[in-house]
């Protein structure tokens, strides 16, 4: 089975902790709206299924999958929908929902570091809401990336395999995430990363150990992985990295 | 099987949403910190849990929802876990994760909703951050709210059944959210709904269908329904409702 997988081009954005899910699963797909529009691919193609009213199950924004005929969007669910498929979810039942409510929490985080540089309206620009910024994001440093790191780092703490990893001794999806929000939180903010990460060393040590798996680092080392910008999610204004 | 049911006592908030579906199921359930410190309840059980080492799923913030010796948190996954277990979702599987996908997007639209009495950060009072919030409001009322609203509109109008629900042909836990969504709507902004809401019949009938089930009737005359306030998602600051 081939996957086709919707989201912006040019950003990793939302779309990033599927990315790394399908590229750690081995799981063949295609990046639809990367694609050209000769080859009914690209943007086009993306916004041919977001208007398409025949789909009973639309999707409310990308990302989203195509399984088939199936639609699946939100990350939390493409990924709790993939880690039942693929070798990147625990087996057990508890497990697979406990990796669901953190990949939730992992979604609320995300949310509040994109509103840190959007926090008036999606729909403005950045250079239209700096002053707001500003302020959102000394709450997001100073107290909201301590709390959600924090609470990560306990859940790996108190994995009783005492593995690396956060649920058994295996990594599973939502520490492909983790990965991705150290990645993204060094390229934001290097300053306040340097200051804060010494408090979080599990979550620091697995952003190597994921970095180092020998899909990711394919991955990583590719074309597909598009460089962090200022158009995503984790943006790098210096203005805002006190 | 009694669930625990652990949230903010005086507020509908998040927690109302999985309340309706408690209520729904016809499920038994102790809402712990509304209960007295006399009986271990109360606020300082919730605290307890939420500082409690010993949890290895521990929930990042309430709501959250015991099951036996199992915690779950965060809003769609405490309704993907009741929808397995009572009849409050669809029973085909692919029914079930559009279900969940549609509560996702309702999770999206409380966090903008809350946001926009709280633009800046949680941790300041809405006094503290009023500027910034009338103009997220703004783009809330004449943008957002249209789009999730027209979304969960056109969701019910391709269910393939024709039913007046928005899967198959009996309510689902998305349904009790909808309603849960106009009721806080019209509270929060009564003249901007009464200008939006013709656009979205569907909804809108929906919400009333659903306040006259039997069961969301009895809870909707109860006390255990709390009245909407100033502490909560929806909030009637009159200057916000243009």
Same mark, same amino acid.
């Given at each position: 089975?081939?996957?086709?997988?919707?989201?912006?081009?040019?950003?990793?954005?939302?779309g990033?902790?599927?990315?790394?899910?399908?590229?750690?699963?081995?799981?063949?797909?295609?990046?639809?709206?990367?694609?050209?529009?000769?080859?009914?691919?690209? &943007? !086009? %193609?993306?916004?041919?299924? $977001?208007? +398409?009213?025949?789909?009973?199950? #639309?999707?409310? =924004?990308?990302?989203? @999958?195509?399984?088939?005929?199936?639609?699946?969007?939100? &990350? !939390? %669910?493409?990924?709790?929908? $993939?880690? +039942?498929?693929h070798?990147?979810? #625990?087996?057990? =039942?508890a497990?697979? @929902?406990?990796?669901?409510?953190?990949?939730?929490?992992?979604?609320?985080?995300?949310?509040?570091?994109?509103?840190?540089?959007?926090?008036?309206?999606?729909?403005?620009?950045?250079?239209e809401?700096?002053?707001?910024?500003?302020?959102?994001?000394e709450?997001?440093l100073?107290?909201?990336?301590?709390?959600?790191?924090?609470?990560?780092?306990?859940?790996?703490?108190?994995?009783?395999?005492?593995?690396?990893?956060?649920?058994?001794?295996?990594?599973?999806?939502?520490?492909l995430?983790?990965?991705?929000?150290?990645?993204?939180?060094?390229?934001?903010?290097?300053?306040?990363?340097?200051?804060?990460?010494?408090?979080?060393?599990?979550?620091?040590?697995?952003?190597?150990?994921?970095?180092?798996?020998?899909?990711?680092?394919?991955?990583?080392?590719?074309?597909?992985?598009?460089?962090?910008?200022?158009?995503?999610?984790?943006?790098?204004?210096?203005?805002?990295?006190?």
């Open positions: 089975m081939s996957y086709e997988f919707y989201y912006w081009p040019g950003i990793q954005g939302r990033e902790f599927v990315r790394l899910a399908l590229e750690q699963a081995g799981a063949g797909y295609v990046d639809v709206a990367r694609g050209s529009e000769e080859d009914g691919q690209g &943007v !086009a %193609a993306m916004r041919a299924v $977001l208007a +398409d009213d025949a789909f009973t199950t #639309p999707p409310f =924004a990308p990302p989203f @999958l195509k399984a088939g005929d199936r639609i699946v969007a939100h &990350v !939390a %669910a493409i990924l709790l929908f $993939l880690g +039942d498929r070798d990147i979810a #625990p087996k057990n =039942a497990h697979r @929902l406990w990796a669901h409510q953190l990949q939730l929490s992992v979604t609320d985080f995300v949310q509040e570091i994109h509103d840190a540089h959007h926090p008036i309206a999606n729909a403005l620009y950045y250079e809401q700096k002053s707001e910024s500003a302020q959102r994001t709450h997001l100073s107290a909201r990336a301590p709390k959600y790191l924090g609470y990560f780092e306990a859940a790996i703490a108190r994995n009783p395999t005492n593995s690396e990893f956060v649920i058994g001794d295996a990594p599973s999806y939502p520490d995430s983790f990965f991705q929000l150290v990645a993204g939180l060094r390229y934001a903010f290097p300053k306040a990363m340097a200051r804060i990460e010494p408090d979080y060393p599990k979550i620091a040590a697995l952003h190597d150990t994921i970095a180092a798996l020998p899909r990711i680092a394919a991955y990583l080392g590719s074309d597909r992985r598009i460089p962090f910008n200022e158009h995503g999610v984790f943006r790098h204004y210096p203005e805002l990295d006190a």
